[in-house]
């Protein structure tokens, strides 16, 4: 059931026992320090879901009706959990790419325009955002349709205009907020001289950890353009705290959010977090009959009513699972979990130190959740000056011996121009919940141990080769 449900990044292979991202549907006694990618589902989850699944009724019987109140479930679950009101709505999606229907959907809906939708930092989000986020299919397949066409368009949004900016200068250094935000003002100018909206995306934890544009220059935006302008926050890694996830919504920004990241579900699941001003007055895209069930979205809202009213047993199990993860989380003390996470980052300095690498900014700086759970290697300092391609194969060397990281990233240029090789590593709520319980010098010793043993296989991996 975990592996149904989507489109074919979660399906394992026969005779497998991952999906393409190396993950499992089924917990497996690795380390894993891969959230900033994808989890394996932890055991407790996994015991979990059994006893939910147990619960449910059987067979044919999970329909339409039982899929739309074990979902209605979950939203109250979600407000409850962030602080939030009934005057937010939650949308659920298959996966965080699949997002990016939502709220293209939600702001032409609104607008009555076309759409320009500003895409920040395609190579730090989701490789098939782009794609969806011009209002295309990014599969060969959706949750709900065996067969379509990748790159089609899809009814309603085929207007959709996609301009792409970067988040870092050519030599990988991040750009600053105000940067950005000027440049997301001046496409916005030249949208609405066009008579068109404009969809702007706000980076909240890319895959490296990066915010952009911040709270300021967000609200600055929000002043000059007023309704032309419609935001959306890509927090998919939830490496987000409540305050400035209620602060994104209070400024009308829509949030998403995945429960397979940060919150270590089992891949792939999403949600949207909706404020009122979205309520839909008039039918969302046609062409969403093919991605989304009706269940999905708001019962109150009538502009969904043309979705399928069937059921989705496998994604309500995903989300079952990431929002088990996030409850006990929530249940640890501000202590317990800030205690786990600064041993973290002092174990993930002493490995940059005995590698002889450095980390990617912003990395393990200060609070923020989203900085100090999740680390980027710079490589290219190595001997041996991995690249791209060789950082991917190293990943799947320690993955193969039970160390999982998260894929490698482009953020760091060569000295020869091109991209070098990155590693990720990172905390997830699961991983912090079953160390929280540890003494200190347990769980010092815990992630100097983990530690060490990354740093073996990356050190063997540059040793030549004898004849």
């Given at each position: 059931m975990l592996t149904s449900g989507g489109d074919r990044r979660i399906s394992v292979p026969r005779g497998g026992n991952t999906n393409i991202y190396g993950a499992s549907p089924f917990p497996r006694s690795t380390l894993g320090y891969s959230a900033s990618t994808a989890n394996d589902i932890s055991l407790d989850a996994f015991r979990h879901l059994a006893g939910?699944?147990?619960?449910?009724?059987?067979?044919?019987?999970?329909?339409?009706?039982?899929?739309?109140?074990?979902?209605?479930?979950a939203r109250r679950r979600i407000r409850a959990a962030w602080g939030m009101g009934e005057d937010i709505d939650v949308v659920f999606a298959p996966s965080g790419t699949d997002l990016e229907f939502v709220a293209l959907?939600?702001?032409?809906?609104?607008?009555?325009?076309?759409?320009?939708?500003?895409?920040?930092?395609?190579?730090?989000?989701?490789?098939?955002?782009?794609?969806?986020?011009?209002?295309r299919y990014f599969a060969g397949e959706t949750a709900l349709a065996a067969s379509v066409v990748k790159g089609a368009e899809i009814e309603g949004l085929a207007d959709t205009a996609l301009v792409g900016l970067p988040v870092r200068d050519p030599d990988g250094a991040p750009l600053s907020s105000m940067e950005t935000a000027a440049a997301i003002s001046e496409i916005a100018r030249h949208t609405v001289a066009a008579g068109g909206h404009t969809l702007a995306h706000v980076v909240h934890?890319?895959?490296?950890?990066?915010?952009?544009?911040?709270?300021?220059?967000?609200?600055?935006?929000?002043?000059?353009?007023?309704?032309?302008?419609?935001?959306?926050?890509?927090?998919?890694?939830?490496?987000?705290?409540?305050?400035?996830?209620?602060?994104?919504?209070?400024?009308?920004?829509?949030?998403?959010?995945?429960?397979?990241?940060?919150?270590?579900?089992?891949?792939?699941?999403?949600?949207?977090?909706?404020?009122?001003?979205f309520r839909p007055a008039v039918p969302l895209a046609a062409g969403l009959a093919k991605v989304f069930?009706?269940?999905?979205?708001?019962?109150?809202?009538?502009?969904?009513?043309?979705?399928?009213?069937?059921?989705?047993?496998?994604?309500?199990?995903?989300?079952?699972?990431?929002?088990?993860?996030?409850?006990?989380?929530?249940?640890?003390?501000?202590?317990?979990?800030?205690?786990?996470?600064?041993?973290?980052?002092?174990?993930?300095?002493?490995?940059a130190a005995r590698l002889g690498v450095s980390l990617v900014?912003?990395?393990?700086?200060?609070?923020?959740i989203h900085q100090s759970t999740l680390a980027t290697l710079d490589l290219s300092s190595l001997?041996?000056?991995?690249?791209?391609?060789?950082?991917?194969?190293?990943?799947?060397?320690?993955?193969?011996?039970?160390?999982?990281l998260g894929q490698p990233v482009r953020c760091v240029r060569g000295n020869d121009g091109d991209w070098a090789g990155t590693l990720r590593i990172s905390l997830s709520m699961p991983l912090i919940t079953s160390l929280a319980g540890l003494g200190e010098a347990e769980l010092s010793a815990r992630f100097a141990g983990d530690m060490a043993q990354i740093a073996d296989v990356l050190e063997a991996a540059q040793r030549p080769v004898a004849c």
């Amino acid at each position: 059931m975990l592996t149904s449900g989507g489109d074919r990044r979660i399906s394992v292979p026969r005779g497998g026992n991952t999906n393409i991202y190396g993950a499992s549907p089924f917990p497996r006694s690795t380390l894993g320090y891969s959230a900033s990618t994808a989890n394996d589902i932890s055991l407790d989850a996994f015991r979990h879901l059994a006893g939910v699944a147990a619960g449910w009724p059987s067979g044919s019987a999970f329909d339409a009706a039982a899929y739309r109140e074990t979902l209605e479930q979950a939203r109250r679950r979600i407000r409850a959990a962030w602080g939030m009101g009934e005057d937010i709505d939650v949308v659920f999606a298959p996966s965080g790419t699949d997002l990016e229907f939502v709220a293209l959907a939600l702001a032409a809906a609104r607008s009555g325009r076309p759409v320009t939708n500003i895409l920040l930092g395609q190579d730090e989000v989701g490789s098939g955002c782009g794609l969806a986020a011009s209002g295309r299919y990014f599969a060969g397949e959706t949750a709900l349709a065996a067969s379509v066409v990748k790159g089609a368009e899809i009814e309603g949004l085929a207007d959709t205009a996609l301009v792409g900016l970067p988040v870092r200068d050519p030599d990988g250094a991040p750009l600053s907020s105000m940067e950005t935000a000027a440049a997301i003002s001046e496409i916005a100018r030249h949208t609405v001289a066009a008579g068109g909206h404009t969809l702007a995306h706000v980076v909240h934890g890319s895959k490296t950890g990066l915010i952009l544009p911040e709270a300021p220059e967000i609200e600055a935006l929000r002043r000059a353009h007023g309704e032309a302008l419609s935001l959306v926050v890509d927090a998919c890694q939830a490496r987000i705290e409540a305050p400035q996830l209620r602060a994104y919504l209070a400024v009308d920004a829509i949030v998403l959010l995945t429960g397979s990241k940060f919150m270590g579900g089992p891949p792939f699941s999403g949600f949207a977090l909706v404020p009122r001003a979205f309520r839909p007055a008039v039918p969302l895209a046609a062409g969403l009959a093919k991605v989304f069930r009706r269940a999905e979205w708001p019962l109150e809202w009538a502009a969904c009513d043309h979705l399928p009213a069937s059921a989705n047993p496998g994604l309500a199990l995903r989300i079952e699972a990431a929002l088990f993860e996030l409850e006990r989380y929530d249940a640890l003390s501000a202590e317990s979990r800030d205690r786990v996470i600064a041993r973290f980052g002092g174990a993930v300095h002493g490995l940059a130190a005995r590698l002889g690498v450095s980390l990617v900014a912003p990395a393990l700086a200060g609070s923020p959740i989203h900085q100090s759970t999740l680390a980027t290697l710079d490589l290219s300092s190595l001997r041996s000056r991995p690249g791209f391609a060789v950082a991917q194969r190293w990943c799947r060397v320690l993955a193969a011996r039970g160390l999982r990281l998260g894929q490698p990233v482009r953020c760091v240029r060569g000295n020869d121009g091109d991209w070098a090789g990155t590693l990720r590593i990172s905390l997830s709520m699961p991983l912090i919940t079953s160390l929280a319980g540890l003494g200190e010098a347990e769980l010092s010793a815990r992630f100097a141990g983990d530690m060490a043993q990354i740093a073996d296989v990356l050190e063997a991996a540059q040793r030549p080769v004898a004849c």
